[in-house]
């Protein structure tokens, strides 16, 4: 089939289907299922029927809303390439603000020799951050058995595996000792809020990793009271914040002793990781 007839009938059917960025996203299904780069693809003209049919699939796939990354199965992060599946949060481009606002507060890069991660999901916080401080190992803790083994694969995908463990369990309850640096995106939507998210949200991703309770903030209240007891004298914990929450949280974090460093926003404008430490 000629390539621009089934790129143009893909696009019409992702754009009837609500989304956005169909032309995109139609040209990204057919160079994952054609196994080549864009230039590659500019290159042919024909498409071969294999290709044709694993495309349309995923297409159809696409116009039931089910994201992109679940149907490749894969997601860059930072510097990382990501397997990713429906036990997991796929890893959003807001996310990397809290590495940049780690690398601000810690520097040096040899300063840093053990690491947390609650939530964990597909390890991407986690390995991303090792991937920096070379001298550090990590932990990384999710309640989900099959995110905690999603997480194992990527690390050994990534060359990580030597220096990061995955565990699943009842977050900071699961874990004792002291680390130099804690990170979480915890889930953080309010309960009430959880219905009108996308479609492509709501009907894929996992709802106990984004349901933050009433209020948005249970999460937050079982990591204020758990940090005390899981940073080093001179550690460091970056949150991911939810839009809106910065004040709440620091007012949870202040009360339990700790102390704000920063709260740095995203490319959006949104207050997205709170950095916190001892007071």
Known sequence: MRKINLLKQAGERLFQAGIEEAASEA???????????????????????DVVEKFQQAIQRRSAREPVAFITGEQGFWTLDLHVSPETLIPRSDSETLLEALLHHRPDRQQVKSMLDLGT??????????????????????????????????????????????IAGDWAAAVKGRFDVVLSNPPYIEHAEMASL???????????????????????????????????EQGCAVL????????????????????????????????RALVLAFS
Not at 132 to 147: I, K, N, R, S, T
Request: aromatic share 4%; hydrophobic share 45%.
């Open 240 to 271: 991911e914040l939810g839009m809106g929450q910065a004040q709440a949280v620091m007012a949870l974090a202040e009360a339990e002793g700790l102390k704000v460093l920063e709260c740095r926003k995203d490319l959006g404008g949104v207050e």
């Open 198 to 232: 996308m479609p492509d949200v709501v009907k894929y991703e996992p709802h106990r990793a984004l349901d933050g309770g009433d209020d948005g903030l249970m999460a937050y209240r079982i990591l204020c009271r758990s940090l005390p007891h899981l940073l080093s």
């Open 121 to 166: 999901g597909t390890g991407c916080l986690l390995l991303a951050a090792l991937t920096e401080y070379p001298e550090a190992w990590g932990l990384g803790v999710d309640v989900a058995p099959g995110a905690a083994a999603l997480a194992r694969r990527n690390a050994r995908r990534n060359g990580l595996s030597e220096r990061a463990a995955f």
């Open 27 to 49: 040209l990204l299904l057919l160079c994952w299922a054609s196994n080549c780069t864009r230039i590659e693809l500019m290159q042919r003209d024909e498409i071969p029927d």
